[in-house]
């Protein structure tokens, strides 16, 4: 049987994965391909650290060159970040080496020349891996656009704060608790920010527009809040007015021009993706002639990711090679609005010493905005906390009600509200 020869570009987490996944499938592997897959070089720091899975020395290295010239038919990128590695995946190009990568933060970055790239030397660029992890959902969407057209895709995109949300809520431990929690468990890293700040969220979601829409915009068109400055108060006011609170990537073509957003955002407590708990992810998306569908399963972690990993392996071994639609990038952004139902919730947080819920209420009537609904909580020590889903909030109003009546005030979109229509509906807990 002649052997298909594999390089790894990084032996940690997920490329410990890969080589655990191709062992104990190499059967099922080999029977499927009719070629036995066989690691033949593996690019890593130190060739001398511990690692959960034991490799031949020999196959361990920390020069590039050694795997370039190693005669690899295909290259497993795994070793994260932008650079060296686009440098290495880009020569690996050049030489007609297939490339399969889990690595978003470089195909959002670098991803229209290393497509490019690999349609000009005839080679596929696989990135299964890159969104969602273990959820098949770029095999499933290049399917389904044979004969759906898709308007709109959303998600919970990052089980990291999937997981910090679902128990600050569940366990009522504040977010810098449940932070650490987190990091003990390996769901985040030491350095959280690429998760909590949305950045992770944002890459995949620039992955999957280009693959929906065939073009996406610029990163650093896309709006991106992260979750840092959530607290109790936040979920507790959201759960009393009927929703949860989920990072939730968008993106959405309307009126010929393309919105994409990372924000949390309020969804209705009977919507499929507020009931994603922990560290899982979720996809749904509408199509023409299907429907509405979710996909969901777990997003990260060592053998979730190297299954998509393997996947891709095995499928690029099986299909002839064909040209990848070129990526582009479009510079203008749909107003944020046009993706919600019109209405925002406004977190209000101050001293009740200082001003009344009614006093609130009349300036926000007076400014246009129409509230639909409210609660309101006080807390030991005179802490005034309200919460408002209202049409017509602006940035503008969050800024005056902080100067003239001491509120810090944050607003987020909504999504989907159901039976937020009508006179306002106060509920006030104490």
Same mark, same amino acid.
Request: proline content about 4%; some cysteine; charged content about 25%.
């Given at each position: 049987?002649?052997?298909?020869?594999?390089?790894?570009?990084?032996?940690?987490?997920?490329?410990?994965?890969?080589?655990? *996944?191709?062992?104990?499938?190499?059967?099922?592997?080999?029977?499927?391909?009719?070629?036995?897959?066989?690691?033949?070089?593996?690019?890593?720091?130190?060739?001398?650290?511990?690692?959960?899975?034991?490799?031949?020395?020999?196959?361990?290295? *920390?020069?590039?060159?050694?795997?370039?010239?190693?005669?690899?038919?295909?290259?497993?990128?795994?070793?994260?970040?932008?650079?060296?590695?686009?440098?290495?995946?880009?020569?690996?190009?050049?030489?007609?080496?297939?490339?399969?990568?889990?690595?978003?933060?470089?195909?959002?970055?670098?991803?229209?020349?290393?497509?490019?790239?690999?349609?000009?030397?005839?080679?596929?660029?696989?990135?299964?891996?890159?969104?969602?992890?273990?959820?098949?959902?770029?095999?499933?969407?290049?399917?389904?656009?044979?004969?759906?057209?898709?308007?709109?895709?959303?998600?919970?995109?990052?089980? *990291?704060?999937?997981?910090?949300?679902?128990?600050?809520?569940?366990?009522?431990?504040?977010?810098?608790?449940?932070?650490?929690?987190?990091?003990?468990?390996?769901?985040?890293?030491?350095?959280?920010?690429?998760?909590?700040?949305?950045?992770?969220?944002?890459?995949?979601?620039?992955?999957?527009?280009?693959?929906?829409?065939?073009?996406?915009?610029?990163?650093?068109?896309?709006?991106?809040?992260?979750?840092?400055?959530?607290?109790?108060?936040?979920?507790?006011?959201?759960?009393? !007015?009927?929703?949860?609170?989920?990072?939730?990537?968008?993106?959405?073509?309307?009126?010929?021009?393309?919105?994409?957003?990372?924000?949390?955002?309020?969804?209705?407590?009977?919507?499929?993706?507020?009931?994603?708990?922990?560290?899982?992810?979720?996809?749904?998306?509408?199509?023409?002639?299907?429907?509405?569908?979710?996909?969901?399963?777990?997003?990260?972690?060592?053998?979730?990711?190297?299954?998509?990993?393997?996947?891709? !392996?095995?499928?690029? !071994?099986?299909?002839?090679?064909?040209?990848?639609?070129?990526?582009?990038?479009?510079?203008?952004?749909?107003?944020?609005?046009?993706?919600?139902?019109?209405?925002?919730?406004?977190?209000?947080?101050?001293?009740?010493?200082?001003?009344?819920?009614?006093?609130?209420?009349?300036?926000?009537?007076?400014?246009?905005?129409?509230?639909?609904?409210?609660?309101?909580?006080?807390?030991?020590?005179?802490?005034?906390?309200?919460?408002? !889903?209202?049409?017509?909030?602006?940035?503008?109003?969050?800024?005056?009600?902080?100067?003239?009546?001491?509120?810090?005030?944050?607003?987020?979109?909504?999504?989907?509200?159901?039976?937020?229509?009508?006179?306002?509906?106060?509920?006030?807990?104490?």
């Amino acid at each position: 049987m002649s052997v298909v020869k594999v390089g790894l570009l990084g032996l940690g987490t997920v490329g410990g994965g890969v080589v655990k *996944t191709i062992r104990a499938q190499q059967e099922k592997l080999s029977a499927r391909l009719g070629r036995r897959i066989e690691i033949v070089k593996a690019l890593v720091r130190d060739t001398r650290k511990q690692r959960a899975v034991q490799v031949e020395p020999s196959l361990l290295t *920390t020069r590039f060159a050694d795997v370039l010239e190693s005669d690899v038919d295909i290259v497993v990128e795994v070793m994260g970040g932008v650079e060296p590695t686009y440098d290495y995946v880009r020569a690996l190009i050049q030489k007609g080496c297939h490339v399969v990568t889990a690595n978003k933060e470089l195909l959002a970055k670098r991803g229209a020349e290393l497509v490019e790239l690999a349609n000009r030397h005839g080679v596929h660029l696989a990135y299964e891996a890159s969104v969602a992890g273990g959820i098949p959902i770029l095999g499933v969407l290049r399917q389904f656009l044979r004969t759906n057209d898709i308007a709109e895709v959303r998600g919970i995109l990052n089980g *990291t704060t999937n997981f910090i949300l679902s128990q600050m809520e569940e366990a009522q431990l504040p977010y810098a608790d449940v932070l650490k929690r987190a990091q003990e468990l390996g769901y985040a890293e030491a350095d959280p920010r690429a998760d909590v700040e949305g950045w992770d969220a944002l890459y995949k979601l620039y992955i999957l527009a280009q693959l929906v829409f065939g073009e996406s915009l610029p990163l650093s068109a896309i709006e991106r809040q992260g979750i840092a400055d959530l607290s109790q108060g936040h979920i507790r006011l959201a759960k009393e !007015l009927g929703y949860r609170i989920k990072l939730l990537a968008q993106a959405r073509r309307e009126d010929g021009g393309l919105h994409l957003s990372v924000r949390p955002t309020l969804v209705p407590l009977g919507h499929p993706l507020a009931r994603i708990r922990d560290a899982y992810n979720a996809v749904q998306v509408e199509g023409s002639l299907v429907g509405d569908l979710l996909f969901t399963g777990k997003g990260a972690g060592e053998l979730p990711t190297a299954s998509a990993v393997v996947e891709d !392996l095995a499928f690029l !071994l099986t299909q002839p090679f064909t040209p990848h639609p070129a990526w582009r990038e479009r510079p203008t952004a749909v107003p944020s609005s046009r993706l919600s139902s019109g209405l925002d919730f406004c977190f209000l947080e101050g001293t009740a010493a200082r001003v009344t819920p009614e006093q609130v209420l009349l300036f926000l009537e007076r400014a246009g905005v129409a509230v639909r609904r409210l609660t309101v909580q006080y807390d030991p020590g005179s802490v005034l906390r309200v919460g408002l !889903l209202a049409a017509g909030l602006r940035e503008e109003h969050a800024e005056l009600l902080g100067r003239d009546f001491g509120l810090q005030a944050r607003l987020y979109p909504v999504l989907e509200a159901a039976d937020d229509r009508g006179a306002v509906e106060g509920t006030v807990g104490w």
